[in-house]
């Protein structure tokens, strides 16, 4: 892989000190101070000596900096991959050097490596100092400045050590322009350049080991979109070693793979599907930023093949999910008051996350109004999770809400299992008959309200979930709380938001509606090509009008089911009385008892044979049952419509009829009003 850096013998650094004579010694001296932290080694060489020997030294054991001065310094920079640091003269190095030189003449030279700073020539014009200023780059400029100062009589030169070197050949005194200070201080920035370029390249090991273990193809460029970076699965995409792939550009190498529109546009690029080198990949194209500024981009390439592999095996281990709802508010059919307050209290607690309480007789559609709020909330998109916890026994029902570790029990799934309230996560569980959950299971509920975590069976550590509870019962929880078989504080705790619904009872202006809507329903189910006779749905309600409806809306949809079944769709006459009594006898009783024999219930007779009278007396009210029949549909037609917002099309398509049928319904409502 690329950019691999060798494993560190040791904690100790290890810095390479190059300098000559003055310098050399200021190093020494200096080099056993840094030992607990540093391996200072001190190299008498210059230019390419000392770069032979570093080299040879490395491939021992790794140098982590260099430290030296003036062209040697410049040189070895040049033509080393390693920090090196120069040492560097300060104005208080200048003036000291300078008047150390003038004890024994006025006849002095300044020196320096490269320019010398303006500083210091505005430094020598304001104090008078006859100095004279050279500056030199290489080695032969050194010699030839030597030589044309002695020419000039000059007797002392304050210099780096090279030039100190040659000013001491040629008879001059030499006077070393560094101090210990800065030497000390470049040692001090060789230190932090080494420790800051470790923790860089243990970083960058990591990084390389990670990418190394991938399957997906990385490659990482620079803003010049040259190679700095690449992993082994993309070399073998390429089909080229790192060792030719680093420091090219990635475009010329393979142009599927280019990064030049993501270092322009700093955009990214996902899941695109390329071929490169004729094998087809999935690819990621990202930019790099670092402390908010571009500095290159990275490219991923996926194997789709190891993508469907992947998926097929995510599927077989999924839980079947139960978190698709089926219904939404504008189910709960009927325009009487009281479900338009069912429904507005509903849509104002969908905005809350707080906990729901759904009291309604068994049959009244108290799953159908959870749905409602959950799918009116801002967690539609989320799990929607429901148990009756009257379904199953206290042990499987424990299990089944909070879920257990591998081998909290017999029997037990290898590896666990979540709960129903870590399926709901994000979402809504639905606990339909509270009312009959164990006292020991509601004390594990409470903790699941007031801490927001559940802990699996055979486990130690809570599982933290984000779950809105809607519960729901029949019984009369306040008198279950008196009588002691349900806690008070759980009581409490879900009785925040509460919702009543009305039994069908309460609502028999509705049931047009509902027997019109639940008849569609049935018949489709049936796979029915017309929803059945006219007549029933007028007859089931006029005949029903004392009937209590102890079952409620389920009742009310088995009955008509049980009718359409009895009732061959083919059938072309209205139905009679002995039908209905034959097919639903519970809709002449009262109260739970049959009539007398005789009696009528809305002009139909009840006796059990058939006669002339009877046949008589159900003709006429045929025609009544005909017209309720078509005002419970076109009043059908008109809700619908109406929660459709004049929408005819959304509205021919929810009541499952052309158009046009829809027109000629809608002109029989306008005549009809």
């Not at 104090?127 to 000039?152: H, I, M, N, P």
């Not at 009756?388 to 666990?416: D, I, K, M, Q």
Request: glycine share 8%; with cysteine; hydrophobic share 40%.
């Amino acid at each position: 892989m690329s950019a691999l850096f060798h494993p560190f013998s040791g904690d100790r650094l290890r810095i390479v000190a190059v300098g000559f004579h003055g310098l050399r010694d200021l190093l020494e001296e200096l080099a056993p101070q840094y030992s607990t932290i540093a391996e200072v080694s001190v190299l008498d060489k210059a230019y390419s000596d000392a770069v032979a020997d570093i080299a040879a030294m490395r491939a021992i054991r790794p140098v982590d900096a260099v430290v030296s001065a003036g062209s040697n310094g410049s040189y070895l920079r040049q033509h080393l991959d390693l920090p090196v640091v120069l040492v560097k003269a300060g104005g208080l190095d200048i003036m000291r050097g300078l008047a150390r030189a003038s004890r024994n003449t006025t006849h002095i030279a300044l020196v320096t490596y490269g320019d010398i700073a303006p500083e210091v020539r505005h430094f020598c014009d304001t104090f008078g100092l006859r100095v004279a200023l050279r500056s030199y780059t290489t080695e032969e400029d050194a010699e030839a400045c030597v030589q044309e100062l002695k020419t000039q009589g000059v007797q002392a030169i304050v210099a780096p050590g090279l030039v100190v070197d040659l000013a001491r050949t040629c008879g001059l005194e030499g006077v070393l322009l560094y101090s210990q200070g800065a030497v000390r201080e470049a040692m001090d920035d060789a230190i932090e350049v080494a420790r800051i370029s470790r923790l860089e390249a243990s970083r960058r090991e990591k990084l390389n080991t990670i990418l190394g273990k991938l399957k997906d193809g990385v490659v990482a460029v620079n803003m010049d979109e040259r190679i700095e970076t690449i992993n082994p699965s993309m070399e073998a995409l390429i089909g080229l070693p790192a060792t030719q792939l680093i420091g090219q550009r990635l475009s010329e190498v393979s142009d599927a793979l280019s990064l030049q529109q993501t270092l322009r546009s700093g955009d990214t690029e996902s899941e695109q599907v390329e071929e490169v080198g004729g094998k087809i990949v999935v690819v990621t194209r990202m930019p790099i930023i670092e402390q908010g500024r571009q500095t290159g981009a990275v490219l991923v390439c996926q194997d789709p093949v190891v993508i469907q592999r992947l998926d097929r095996n995510l599927r077989s281990r999924a839980q079947p999910r139960a978190n698709i709802t089926k219904y939404s508010l504008d189910h709960l059919v009927g325009q009487s008051q009281a479900i338009r307050d069912v429904r507005a209290r509903a849509l104002t607690c969908a905005q809350s996350d707080a906990t729901v309480l759904i009291i309604g007789e068994s049959g009244t559609g108290k799953e159908l109004l959870a749905q409602g709020i959950h799918h009116a909330g801002a967690r539609r998109a989320q799990p929607f999770v429901a148990v009756n916890c009257a379904a199953f026994p206290e042990s499987l029902l424990e299990s089944e809400l909070f879920g257990y570790v591998e081998g909290a029990f017999t029997g037990s799934s290898r590896g666990g299992k979540i709960g129903l309230f870590e399926a709901a996560h994000t979402g809504t569980i639905f606990l339909d008959e509270i009312g009959e959950m164990p006292p020991s299971l509601q004390t594990r509920l409470l903790r699941v309200l007031q801490e927001k975590e559940v802990l699996r069976l055979g486990s130690t550590e809570p599982t933290p979930v984000d779950v809105r509870i809607i519960a729901a019962t029949h019984r009369d929880l306040n008198a279950q709380v008196q009588a002691g078989g349900f806690r008070r504080d759980l009581f409490y705790r879900l009785n925040i938001l509460l919702i009543k619904l009305p039994p069908l009872r309460e609502r028999k202006d509705d049931l047009p509606l509902l027997a019109s809507h639940l008849q569609e329903k049935v018949a489709q189910r049936l796979r029915y090509r017309k929803p059945g006779d006219d007549s029933i749905v007028a007859a089931i309600v006029d005949v029903s009008q004392h009937y209590d409806w102890p079952g409620n809306i389920r009742e009310l949809e088995n009955l008509i089911e049980r009718t359409l079944v009895f009732r061959l769709p083919s059938s072309s006459s209205s139905i009679t009385a002995d039908e209905i009594l034959g097919i639903a006898p519970e809709l002449f009783t009262h109260q739970g008892r049959l009539r007398p024999e005789g009696s009528s219930v809305g002009g139909l007779q009840g006796g059990a044979e058939r006669s002339d009278d009877t046949e008589q007396a159900f003709a006429p009210q045929a025609q009544g049952l005909r017209h309720k029949r078509s005002a419970a549909e076109l009043a059908h037609i008109k809700a619908v419509l109406d929660a459709c917002h004049g929408n005819r099309e959304a509205t021919a398509a929810r009541l499952n009829i052309s158009r046009t049928t829809l027109w000629r319904k809608l002109k029989q409502l306008g005549e009809g009003q």
